[in-house]
T-cell receptor
Framework: ETGVTQTPRHLVMGMTNKKSLKCEQH?????MYWYKQSAKKPLELMFV???????ENNSVPSRFSPECPNSSHLFLHLHTLQPEDSALYLC????????????FGPGTRLLVL | AQKVTQAQTEISVVEKEDVTLDCVYE???????LFWYKQPPSGELVFLIR??????QNEISGRYSWNFQKSTSSFNFTITASQVVDSAVYFC????????????FGAGTTVTVRA
């Protein structure tokens, strides 16, 4: 595997379900990011981790819970989501974080029913 | 306020035509970085270029070229002799020295290249 991978690629869940999105980077980077991309809206930065420490949390509802067990893996735990949370969730990584190029995964397309 | 403006929502061209995508940014920082990404229908954002605020040289990479003009706060992107595979959404983004981790993205321009 190379670059940034994300699983699953597609996910359909009910509002009462609990699911997790997984991101793995094979680039030796130290910073990882979660973005949300909704239709007709610019990409929204959700969370940033640098060396496994959360450094940014952009007023994201608590029904989204990130986890970064090591610098190669990033999870986004989902529970009691709303239909408006349906979107493409993109993971990215960068070497150290500060103002560097971010490399993106293919995304998880989430549909909340 | 929107920091990156991509005024063109959609552009449709016939193969082999040139297409220029506009990007206008807004920042008070003297040190900043500008990026272009391509998002094909598969969804992944593909990095195209990163330019720092102190380097105003234009850049060419194959059929792609970028025109950075600080005087007008613009970082425009041109695809020469477009091909069907260039069909995608293109995003311009800004990273400022005052916000270490954040990339501010424009709304994107959808380019459709017809055969």
């Amino acid at each position: 595997e190379t670059g940034v991978t994300q699983t699953p690629r597609h996910l359909v869940m009910g509002m009462t379900n609990k699911k997790s999105l997984k991101c793995e980077q094979h680039l030796g980077h130290n910073a990882m990011y979660w973005y949300k991309q909704s239709a007709k809206k610019p990409l929204e930065l959700m969370f940033v981790y640098s060396l496994e420490e959360r450094v940014e949390n952009n007023s994201v509802p608590s029904r989204f819970s990130p986890e970064c067990p090591n610098s190669s893996h990033l999870f986004l735990h989902l529970h009691t989501l709303q239909p408006e949370d349906s979107a493409l969730y993109l993971c990215a990584s960068s070497p150290r974080g500060r103002r560097e190029t971010q490399y993106f995964g293919p995304g998880t397309r989430l549909l909340v029913l | 306020a929107q920091k990156v403006t991509q005024a063109q929502t959609e552009i449709s061209v016939v193969e082999k035509e040139d297409v220029t995508l506009d990007c206008v940014y807004e920042t008070r920082d003297t040190t900043y970085y500008l990026f272009w990404y391509k998002q094909p229908p598969s969804g992944e954002l593909v990095f195209l270029i990163r330019r720092n605020s102190f380097d105003e040289q234009n850049e060419i990479s194959g059929r792609y070229s970028w025109n950075f003009q600080k005087s007008t706060s613009s970082f425009n992107f041109t695809i020469t002799a477009s091909q069907v595979v260039d069909s995608a959404v293109y995003f311009c983004a800004l990273s400022e020295a005052s916000d270490d981790y954040k990339l501010s993205f424009g709304a994107g321009t959808t380019v459709t290249v017809r055969a």
